[in-house]
Every structure is written in structure tokens, then in C-alpha cells.
């Protein structure tokens, strides 16, 4: 069992910045492969960025290429730079002991997640 604890959301204007944290609650830290989700109002919840369980290898969604940066020590971060509108959502980390999941990079095979923390852009 791993609990997450996602933070970092908040409000920011549009061309601004801002970095998420994705810890494991009452450990050290991540012993598997994590990735960021997120999901906006009324659309399903999408895949960002993966990074693997040594942090050598990293995945991004084409929309956030250039932009973010997916990075990890004992805690998982995603730095958001250049943000847009349309990045405004709740977002999710999520890690599965499984490393397929980093691989297909679909939802369904992520089993712990964090509780989300909401990111609004606005224009």
C-alpha cells in the first residue's frame, strides 16, 4: 500500500509557473515509477508526464512538451512553465508496482493516487 500526497496547485495568469510535489505519506520515498494525471471539468482524467522508478527515463503528453519537466528525489515533482488556460485542471499523481503502468501510461493500470490539487489559469 502507498499513500500519496499531492500539493503545489493554486491560481496562476497565463505565461506563469508553477511546481507540484507528490510525496509518499509515512515513507521515505516513491519506490516505484510515478506519473502525473489530470483532469479537467467534464473530460476524462489524462496522462501529463512519467518518470521511472530511478528517475532516468521520462514520458510527457505531446500537449505539454517543451513546458513541463518531470523530476524526482524523495519526492516527485512536476515544473509547470509557459502555462496555459487550457492547463487548468485537477492534477493527480499516481504510482503502481507494477512497471507497466509507467510503459502504457494509461489510468487504469496506475493503483495509488493522490488526492488531487487543483490548477487554474487564467487569461
Known amino acids: 500500500q502507498v499513500q500519496l500526497v499531492d500539493s503545489g496547485g493554486g491560481l496562476v495568469q497565463a505565461g506563469g509557473s508553477l511546481r507540484l510535489s507528490c510525496a509518499a505519506s509515512?515513507?521515505?520515498?516513491?519506490?516505484?515509477?510515478v506519473g502525473w494525471f489530470r483532469q479537467a471539468p467534464g473530460k476524462e482524467r489524462e496522462f501529463v508526464a512519467a518518470?521511472?522508478?530511478?528517475?532516468r527515463t521520462t514520458y510527457y503528453a505531446d500537449s505539454v512538451k517543451g513546458r513541463f519537466t518531470i523530476s524526482r528525489d524523495n519526492t516527485v515533482y512536476l515544473q509547470m512553465n509557459s502555462l496555459k488556460p487550457e492547463d487548468t485542471a485537477v492534477y493527480y499523481c499516481a504510482t503502481d508496482r507494477e512497471t507497466a503502468a509507467f510503459y502504457t501510461q494509461k489510468k487504469y493500470d496506475y493503483g495509488y493516487w493522490g488526492q488531487g490539487t487543483q490548477v487554474t489559469v487564467s487569461s
Open positions: 518518470i521511472s522508478r530511478l528517475g
Open positions: 509515512g515513507r521515505t520515498f516513491i519506490p516505484y515509477a
